[in-house]
């Protein structure tokens, strides 16, 4: 259900880009699911994007400036920049991640670069 909002999502020309738990919400009764909090959002476009969000939502206030958000994809770390499909990709990861793990799979943005995620005990 969650493939199906972010494609009915980039069916209407939006970029969500703030794909978590948090922002997912779930109806016991019926089992459908709602994509909320488009607050970071963005209309699609083709070219790179070259701002993680918008005016209203500056990086500083949303984490610590020296240290990259462990949700950050890696063409963000690496790049400055970042294309709409490949973002939406890694944060469908994250997500998948973060479900499987009961915890965010990267602790420090640089961890995302390297490739470096630390799998608990419980997991086989």
């Known amino acids: ?7 009915h999502c980039t069916s209407c020309g939006v970029l969500h880009r703030d794909i978590k738990p948090e922002n997912i919400l779930l109806n016991l009764a019926s089992g459908q699911l709602k994509l909320i909090d488009f607050g970071c959002g963005a209309f699609l476009q083709d070219t790179a994007y070259t701002q993680l969000w ?5 990086p500083a206030e949303l984490c610590v400036p020296q240290e990259p958000c462990p949700t950050v994809h890696p063409e963000w770390i ?19 991640g973060h479900l499987v793990m009961g915890k965010h799979p990267f602790r420090r943005g640089q961890e995302i670069v390297r490739g470096w995620i630390l799998f608990p005990r419980r997991l086989s």
């Open 1 to 7: 259900q969650v493939l199906e909002a972010v494609r």
């Open 78 to 96: 690496q790049h400055q920049r970042y294309h709409s499909e490949a973002a939406t990709i890694w944060s469908l990861g994250l997500l998948l």
């Open 54 to 58: 918008e005016q209203q939502h500056p």
